[in-house]
């Protein structure tokens, strides 16, 4: 890739993830306002199932289409709508399985949740859907059109939020409602735009399943321990200490998720360029792709983090006199994305290398280290901890993703895997 074309997409890419993190920001703020710290703390819990939710599908769904992708065997209409239908199924059986599960816990926990259950659902369902429609999209660096329909998806999901604040109606349920609702005339103009991309053969389709589950496997099991630590950390801290700091969680969470828009914009144009790197120029290429990635990163967040050290308190005002108080958990966070977003980006040369398996390792200690951690220290030092304990967890993950890379790199190179 060219370097003109390659910034212009980084600035697309990152671009369009200030609109996603804005979004989020915006969404969080509104509902921090106008509903009790402990009600943020229950809408906070509830999307670290939806947040669970699509980072399972993009492992079992979107990982093995970025894989493929530029393989000649894979440059068909055909799988990229074998992926559309398998997101679909996978979406709808997610829908179902939450239903079942609201309908024990009203049977058994004697709660009465009515239709939030089903705006939950329509939530769940919508965005999960949405965002591997998304996804695809990024991985044929389709950057122009992803910004438009994130923007769309923005100001539909803000307008709808401000309607109910207007009238008087934002709960958690109606929330969710218009968060899902939003998604449906974006995913529309989704299929407008890349209809003639796509085609729908179901026997194709299942063929293209066996193949992807065999690649995907591993990273599903090991993203299920890798993401833990940090969906799982809410729900630990409810345990430990209660809504209220489950809330002041997803408060600093919407904060430091500035920095997380960054990441995630990076990684958006250096994950699929690094793969493509190794598949059209080799070894060398790719390890270049990889370390310029973590230098632009690594080189941003360490700013991002001394800004928030010194200057968080004064924005936690806006979303309640309460949260200044909790400034060096910001802090804190802020650490651990830089110590995370290390190991994402070394996984990059894992997937380039097509080692799905390799991811397992680097999950599996950043679990380890962050729940073990978190255990021992949210009753010591409250809900700072959890903080700390995350931190722990991206060390482990970089240390172990970082050995595993250079076992496969040195395997390739033994393998006359081209470097040149």
């Not at 735009?193 to 026997?203: G, K």
């Not at 398996?357 to 680097?362: A, N, R, T």
Request: aromatic share 14%; glycine share 8%.
């Amino acid at each position: 890739m060219r370097f003109n074309e390659k910034w212009h997409n980084g600035i697309l890419a990152l671009a369009d993830q200030m609109v996603v993190s804005f979004t989020s920001f915006v969404t969080l703020l509104l509902v921090a306002k106008e509903c009790s710290q402990s009600d943020v703390g229950v809408f906070v819990l509830l999307w670290t199932i939806i947040h669970f939710a699509k980072t399972a599908q993009e492992r079992m769904i979107g990982a093995p289409y970025q894989a493929f992708a530029y393989r000649g065997e894979f440059k068909r209409p055909s799988y990229r709508g074998s992926v559309i239908m398998h997101s679909l199924v996978f979406s709808l059986c997610l829908g179902v399985i939450a239903i079942i599960a609201s309908i024990l816990t009203e049977a058994f926990g004697k709660i009465d949740l009515g239709a939030n259950k089903f705006f939950f659902t329509l939530a769940l369902v919508c965005v999960v859907f949405r965002e591997q429609t998304r996804v695809i999209s990024t991985i044929d660096f389709q950057y122009v059109q992803i910004l438009i329909l994130d923007i769309a998806l923005s100001a539909c999901q803000i307008l709808g939020l401000g309607f109910l604040i207007m009238n008087d109606r934002l709960t958690i349920g109606w929330a969710n409602l218009v968060l899902g609702i939003s998604c449906l005339p974006i995913i529309s103009g989704w299929f407008w735009f890349n209809s003639n991309r796509l085609e729908f053969q179901w026997p194709q389709s299942l063929v293209d399943w066996k193949g992807n589950w065999t690649y995907s496997k591993w990273l599903i099991l090991a993203r299920v321990f890798g993401i833990l630590p940090f969906l799982g950390m809410p729900w630990l801290i409810w345990a430990f200490l209660g809504n209220e700091d489950a809330g002041a969680y997803g408060v600093c969470s919407s904060l430091v998720g500035i920095s997380l828009m960054f990441v995630n914009g990076v990684n958006n144009m250096f994950q699929p360029l690094t793969i493509r790197e190794m598949h059209e120029k080799g070894l060398r290429a790719m390890l270049s792709t990889l370390f310029e990635s973590i230098l632009v990163v690594v080189s941003v967040l360490t700013v991002f983090s001394i800004a928030i050290l010194f200057f968080s308190g004064e924005v936690l005002t806006i979303y309640g006199k309460q949260y200044p108080t909790y400034r060096w958990l910001c802090f804190l966070m802020s650490i651990s994305v830089c110590c995370v977003s290390i190991s994402t980006l070394l996984g990059n040369g894992l997937a380039a290398l097509g080692v799905s398996k390799g991811y397992f390792w680097g999950e599996i200690a950043c679990f380890t280290a962050a729940f073990v951690s978190a255990c021992i220290l949210l009753p010591l030092l409250g809900v700072n901890g959890a903080a700390i304990a995350t931190t722990l967890g991206g060390v482990a993950a970089t240390v172990v993703t970082a050995f595993t890379l250079r076992f496969r790199i040195m395997s390739a190179m033994t393998a006359n895997i081209p470097s040149q």
